[in-house]
């Protein structure tokens, strides 16, 4: 027994899961470039954002080892004795779990500062996390249904097919939740540029309205929702999430790892509040980068010059009088008092 049927066959199954793998090995690999200039460049970042970073790595890590130990477990070990196939595997439970929790933990920097984006449209953060909170619970229920299946083979063939609703729901509040953040997202940047004197090639652009908005994993989870779809009873759309799941944590690192670009201050750079995390960490960082000794914040500059003139009477018999005039330079403009 095993988890190909005859009518999917081995592509819609161990072929999906392989090719998944594949391409979200290489967006593993970026995520660990990503943290390592994180680390080297923003080591004095506000402590939250730390503790986000660390969190979605180790989700990350977990979810690598899941994957790699679900093909290896099938593909591998298990290659002559077809038995141990059609039963459950840990690595095959605990992935879809610490997929999830990466999302969690890389999507709860942008619902932050998108309350801020859009001035009073607060509305924003409550459906992102409304929908967001949707999504894991459509997950955990699949999740839970993969415990209760006998195994992974009924799961694919037999539970989602009855049961396609709770893949349709995950995706409908996933797709939902990114474009509302997405769209606030893309109208901040865009309010942003008409301010930026900075000049951005093609590449910049991308970076900026792509990967930093998390445009990019939306259409990835669209993808993945029409061929839960179209094709059921196959786990492509499973392949494709696993491709997501790791865009997640590579969306947060690139927004955190380009700060210099123009546009997204919306982080913090725009803000009158005590959101103003991004400004304050690239000053931090642009003094590290070259391992230079940082200084504290230079105070404006002030010199007080005071002048005593002394004025006699023109006949020599009057008394002299002493005036005494005071003038304040700051840097900018002079202050005479």
Not at 2 to 18: E, F, K, N
Not at 64 to 74: E, G, L, R
Not at 80 to 108: C, D, M, R
Not at 271 to 277: C, G, I, K, L
Request: aromatic share 12%.
């Amino acid at each position: 027994m095993s988890i190909a049927t005859d009518t999917t066959g081995l592509d819609g199954s161990y072929g999906a899961m392989l090719l998944g793998t594949f391409f979200g090995l290489v967006l593993y690999g970026l995520t660990l470039h990503q943290t390592y200039r994180y680390i080297r460049l923003h080591s004095h970042d506000y402590m939250y954002i730390q503790v986000l970073v660390a969190l979605s790595l180790i989700f990350e890590t977990l979810h690598a080892v899941c994957t790699m130990h679900v093909n290896y477990h099938f593909l591998v070990t298990n290659y002559f004795n077809t038995k141990p196939l059609g039963h459950h595997v840990w690595s095959l439970n605990l992935f879809i779990l610490s997929g999830e929790l990466s999302q969690v933990a890389a999507y709860s920097f942008f619902v932050r500062p998108s309350s801020t984006v859009a001035g009073s449209f607060t509305y924003v953060v409550f459906v992102t996390v409304v929908f967001l909170a949707a999504d894991v619970a459509f997950s955990v229920a699949i999740l839970i249904r993969l415990f209760q299946s006998p195994d992974p083979k009924t799961f694919v063939t037999v539970v989602l097919r009855h049961e396609y609703y709770l893949v349709h729901g995950k995706f409908i509040a996933a797709t939902i939740a990114h474009i509302v953040l997405t769209g606030s997202l893309v109208y901040a940047v865009h309010r942003g540029q008409k301010t930026g004197k900075e000049r951005k090639n093609i590449v910049d652009w991308c970076m900026l309205y792509v990967v930093n908005t998390g445009l990019l994993v939306s259409v990835f989870d669209v993808i993945a929702w029409i061929l839960g779809g179209t094709m059921p009873g196959t786990i492509w759309w499973i392949g494709f999430r696993n491709v997501t799941v790791n865009l997640y944590m590579v969306t947060f690192l690139a927004v955190l790892n380009s700060r210099q670009l123009g546009g997204i201050e919306i982080f913090g750079a725009d803000s009158t509040t005590e959101r103003n995390v991004i400004s304050r960490a690239q000053r931090l960082a642009a003094a590290e980068r070259y391992n230079a000794p940082q200084l504290p914040e230079r105070t404006p500059t002030r010199i007080d010059i005071k002048v005593a003139t002394e004025v006699e009477g023109g006949d020599g018999e009057s008394p002299s009088r002493t005036s005494h005039s005071s003038m304040i330079i700051e840097e900018g403009k002079v202050v005479r008092m």
